[in-house]
């Protein structure tokens, strides 16, 4: 093949493997599925991770020419169906044996379909879900209601400061303060909860970065130890953000971050 269809080909593994990495997939899985479209298209493909870039280098098995792709990996929203979908297309290049064109046409495709849900419904499902977890843990009607609400509330407001290009951190810690704000008023206010201390502590949940947290396991004991512990880190980061928020609420609402 000549040096720019070799090029094209490089391009196109890089785009679909940081899509992987940046919606929550592990490292391991992303190099099997990357290294399986390489082989399909006739190419020998090698992939390395740092902490927020990755290096694609790809080598013609005929001719010998190499090209090597450097992505940044991009932070997106958690879609485990696009996922599974990005996962059944490099079966489906390697068994089909799809041409570079026809690869690129089902990618584009795949992410087209991904991208058809609306936002207002992650929107409501995320703040059911969340409200389910403190009647899980043991909240009433009234406190569950509060946690919906609150959630509803967070989350927008994180979308929306992420949106805007604040940086991720802070808009998580901004997000969890008003999250626990919301319960923690409507209490003040008389919301007829018994069970308002369960309300507080469910309010974040949603914040819980459990993809990170558990990619970064699944990458050290896979041996992809850099990655693995960057996204630990990652994941730290959150749970700090989430914890700052929380105490900034707790400190100005009741002067001390104990009352929960």
């Known amino acids: ?3 720019n269809h070799l090029k094209r080909i490089a391009q196109f593994l890089a785009d679909y493997s940081a899509r ?46 190499i090209i090597t792709e ?4 991009p932070t997106l929203p958690i879609k485990f169906v696009l996922n599974s979908d990005l996962s059944a297309l490099s079966w489906e290049i390697h068994d089909r044996k799809l041409s570079i064109n026809e690869a690129e046409k089902r990618y584009q495709e795949v992410l087209a379909h991904s991208n058809r849900q609306p936002f207002w419904q992650a929107w409501l499902l995320i703040s059911m879900s969340n409200a389910c977890f403190c009647a899980l843990f043991g909240g009433d009607l009234f406190a569950c209601l509060l946690v919906a609400l609150d959630t509803a509330a967070g989350f927008y407001l994180r979308k929306f400061l992420i ?9 998580i810690t901004l997000a969890a303060a008003i999250s626990i704000a919301i319960p923690a008023l409507g209490i003040y206010l008389g919301c007829p909860t018994e069970t308002g201390p369960t309300a507080l502590a469910t309010s974040v949940l949603y914040l819980i970065p459990g993809v990170p947290l558990i990619n970064g396991i699944i990458d050290i004991v896979e041996g992809h130890t850099l990655s693995g512990t960057s996204r630990l880190i990652h994941g730290a980061l959150i749970i700090l953000s989430i914890a700052s928020g929380m105490a900034i609420t707790l400190l100005v609402a009741t002067g001390s971050i104990a009352k929960i």
């Open 1 to 3: 093949m000549t040096v």
């Open 20 to 65: 992987l990495i940046g919606s929550g997939v592990h490292t391991s899985r992303t190099v099997r599925n990357t290294k399986r479209i390489g082989t399909a298209l006739g190419c020998e493909t090698h992939l390395n991770l740092s902490m927020k870039t990755m290096t694609l280098t790809v080598r013609d098995e005929e001719t010998g020419d």
């Open 70 to 73: 450097v992505i940044d990996i």
């Open 163 to 171: 949106g805007r290009g604040l940086n991720h951190y802070v808009a």
